[in-house]
C-alpha cells in the first residue's frame, strides 16, 4: 500500500495543476472553458480520493482539515457530474484548494519527519 505521505504529496500536485489551469482566469471565462472546468474537477476529485485514503490516525492529529467535507465533494463531482453547481467548484478552486495547499504542505513536512513507527503511514 502507499504510505500517506504519497497521498498528502498528490493533493498538493493536484491542488499545484489547478492553480496553473485557473491562471488568469475569472469566473466568467472559467464557465466558458469546458477543457478547464473538466481539467479542475478531475483534480479535485484526485484531492477527494487522497484525502479519502488518510488514516484516521491523520485525521485525528489534523482536525482543522475538512476531510470528511473533501471527501463528500469529490463524491459530488464524481457522482453528480451533470448537476456540479460551478459556482463552488471554482470557490473551491480558488479559495479553498490555496488553503488546503498550505494545510497539506505543513503536514507533509511534519509528517516527513516523523520516524516511519510513529507516523502511521500505510
Known amino acids: 500500500m502507499r504510505r500517506e505521505t504519497l497521498y498528502l504529496s ?3 500536485e ?3 495543476h489547478i492553480a496553473a489551469f485557473i491562471a488568469g ?3 466568467e471565462r ?3 472553458s469546458e477543457l478547464v472546468r473538466s481539467a479542475v474537477v478531475q483534480k479535485l476529485a484526485v484531492i477527494g480520493e487522497a484525502a479519502g485514503r488518510i488514516s484516521p490516525g491523520l485525521q485525528g492529529r ?3 482539515v475538512p476531510w470528511p467535507q473533501i471527501v ?3 463524491n459530488i463531482l464524481v457522482h453528480a457530474y451533470f448537476g456540479i453547481d460551478w459556482n463552488e467548484v471554482w470557490t ?3 479559495d479553498r484548494c490555496p ?3 498550505a494545510q497539506i504542505a505543513q503536514i507533509l513536512a511534519m509528517e516527513s519527519a516523523r520516524p516511519e513507527d510513529e507516523s502511521g503511514s500505510i
Open 92 to 94: 473551491s478552486a480558488t
Open 10 to 12: 498528490d493533493i498538493i
Open 99 to 101: 488553503t488546503l495547499r
Open 72 to 74: 463528500a465533494f469529490r
Open 14 to 16: 493536484a491542488a499545484d
Open 30 to 32: 472559467f464557465q466558458e
Open 62 to 64: 489534523e482536525p482543522h
Open 25 to 27: 482566469f475569472d469566473f
